[in-house]
């Protein structure tokens, strides 16, 4: 138990006193995780207005292979990603494996599902009598799809921050595409997975704290949104 | 009601950029931070270095002490990756890196003549040795080391004794798997002997650590059990030694540039170079004196057991390349 307390306090301590390692590690993930976000999210918003403002055959069932990818394992993404861009890879031109970029691209992929998949249900739940309304003063389409948006913008937030919290959790991307390299792709996942285990426990349960921390304000963001 | 949604979408949308802020602050304080400590000398960034380094070597700290120093050297930025010889070899085969630390002459051997290693160098040694709890259970104290396995099978089919494996085609694997040879026994019976065998799947540390937690025995390197028990506190002991089959070698090797010709083959040269060095060989047989009265490792010129690489395996320097 002092072991345990004795570890706390020197967490604690190493965040107040913005220890370089834990701070350089912490950005790192907020770094690599914000912009998987904002990637996916500039990917996936488009892709889900189209799928959802547009009528064609088997629209159910692709919505539905959506929804069943939203749990699909990270280290299942992991493998796929370094095969891909492992030099022996048909991607590995690029020379981006062992690199953030190759973490980001993984946490697109990740995320991918969860941000189209709520999108459209984000879209689907605006209420289709203000539709109908809009219709009958003779909004066009487009004009039609930009309220929709509008209305649904909240829901699309949360989808946004959703994925935000699926990415910065992962660790089976970042330490199978990303190394786990100290100084380069070291995150807070990867560093309280192999670090605990090499004996560093302070700074891993500096690390989980700050985690817990994102994770409690992502949670809190969600349920203001929800609330509305 | 719609003042209320404004207000709440303002309050949603200020969350929202608190948490897109604190992404960017603690970057900012990052590099400054980084800056400050100097620990590690700005270079190019456009140069990175990769290495697979075999787990023992990194759970003791030895490339923390020694990568600052060939990055400074040689202008480099070090990127380490942790994998065991199994793994390590993997990347080598497809390219990931520039070069390999391992230490399985067999596996080794057929890397270099499938063509994906060139330029291999012994650099240094050490030991395994069959820790467990400290009553000995399996009474294994005194035997060697396949006799042990022999016991240690024995006693686990009683349900008595737990024996902790790598279990991750890693070089310490390896030698687990030889040793269970050398005692007439067949790899696969092992493995699907029952609960006395466990196959950790993990680094060398790790797997320590989790045999000190199930008080189990477990084949490790010398190194890092002696690394451990200080770290760590283990409540395992070293029970078997000093058996001919535990000499364990580390190499490093380049991996081809005829089969990846965008690997950084001038600086895995100059860093296989380095290894053998005076310079290195001198800190590797000092390195963990201060803390653990005796080195961890041993420069490979002192290797003069039968196992120990020939002379010219560690003498001879690899080319040099110059653009």
Redesign the interface.
């Known amino acids: 138990m002092t072991e345990l307390w004795n570890g706390l306090v020197k967490a604690v301590e190493l965040i107040v006193t913005?220890d370089?390692e834990v701070?350089?590690i912490?950005?790192?993930s907020?770094?690599i995780?914000?912009s998987s976000a904002v990637i996916g999210s500039v990917i996936c918003i488009p892709v889900a207005c189209l799928i959802h403002f547009n009528r064609f055959h088997g629209k159910r069932f692709l919505v539905s292979l959506i929804q069943t990818f939203y749990s699909v394992p990270t280290v299942a993404i992991g493998l796929f990603v370094f095969v891909f861009i492992?030099?022996?890879?048909p991607l590995?031109?690029l020379?981006i494996?062992?690199t953030p970029t190759a973490i980001v691209v993984g946490q697109v992929i990740l995320i991918t599902p969860i941000l189209l998949g709520l999108t459209i249900s984000a879209l689907n739940s605006v209420d289709r009598a203000i539709l109908d309304t809009a219709r009958s003063l003779g909004a066009s389409g487009w004009q039609m799809a930009v309220l929709v948006i509008k209305e649904a913008?909240?829901a699309v937030?949360a989808a946004v921050?959703m994925g935000?919290g699926r990415a910065i959790s992962e660790v089976g991307i970042s330490l199978m595409v990303g190394?786990?390299?100290?100084?380069?792709?070291r995150v807070i996942t990867t560093a309280i997975s192999?670090e605990t285990?090499?004996?560093d426990i302070e700074l891993s349960l500096a690390l989980g704290i700050i985690l817990i921390f994102?994770a409690l304000?992502?949670n809190?963001?969600m349920n203001?949104?929800q609330?509305? | 009601m719609y003042s209320s949604l404004r207000k709440r979408s303002k309050i949603a949308g200020a969350l929202l950029s608190i948490i897109l802020l604190a992404g960017l602050v603690p970057t900012v304080i990052g590099c400054t931070a980084e800056e400050a400590e100097a620990q590690y000398p700005l270079h190019d960034p456009l140069v990175r270095f990769k290495i697979a380094t075999t787990t023992s070597l990194y759970d003791t700290g030895l490339w923390y002490h020694l990568e600052p120093i060939f990055e400074e050297l040689a202008n480099v930025e070090m990127d380490i990756v942790y994998a065991g010889t199994g793994i390590a070899l993997e990347y080598g085969r497809r390219g990931d890196v520039d070069a390999i630390i391992v230490h399985d002459r067999a596996r080794e051997d057929v890397f270099i003549a499938d063509g994906y290693g060139i330029n291999r160098r012994n650099f240094a040694y050490n030991f395994f040795l069959i820790a467990g709890p400290e009553g000995d259970p399996a009474g294994i104290t005194g035997l060697s080391a396949a006799e042990s396995f022999e016991k240690l099978y024995d006693e686990g089919m009683k349900g008595t004794v737990k024996f902790v494996s790598r279990g991750d085609d890693s070089g310490t694997h390896a030698k687990e798997k030889l040793i269970w040879k050398e005692a007439g026994f067949d790899y696969e019976e092992i493995q699907g002997s029952g609960d006395g065998y466990v196959e950790a799947g993990k680094g060398m540390g790790p797997t320590l650590l989790m045999a000190n937690e199930m008080q189990a025995y477990v084949l490790a390197d010398i190194s890092t059990f002696l690394a451990y028990n200080l770290k760590a506190d283990l409540d395992i002991v070293s029970l078997v030694e000093k058996d001919p089959i535990f000499l364990n070698v580390y190499a490093a090797i380049a991996i081809n540039p005829e089969s990846y010709p965008k690997t950084k083959i001038d600086i895995a040269n100059r860093f296989i170079n380095w290894l053998i060095s005076d310079e290195v060989q001198e800190i590797i047989g000092t390195y963990g004196t201060a803390e653990y009265g005796r080195s961890l490792f041993y420069p490979i010129a002192t290797c003069d057991m039968p196992g120990c690489p020939p002379v010219e395996d560690y003498t001879t320097p690899v080319p040099v390349y110059s653009k």
């Open positions: 913005l370089p701070m350089q912490a950005g790192r907020l770094m995780s914000v492992s030099r022996a890879g590995g031109g020379g494996l062992f913008r909240f937030m921050i935000f190394g786990n390299i100290r100084g380069f792709t192999l285990s090499k004996g994102i304000v992502v809190i963001v203001r949104i609330q509305r």
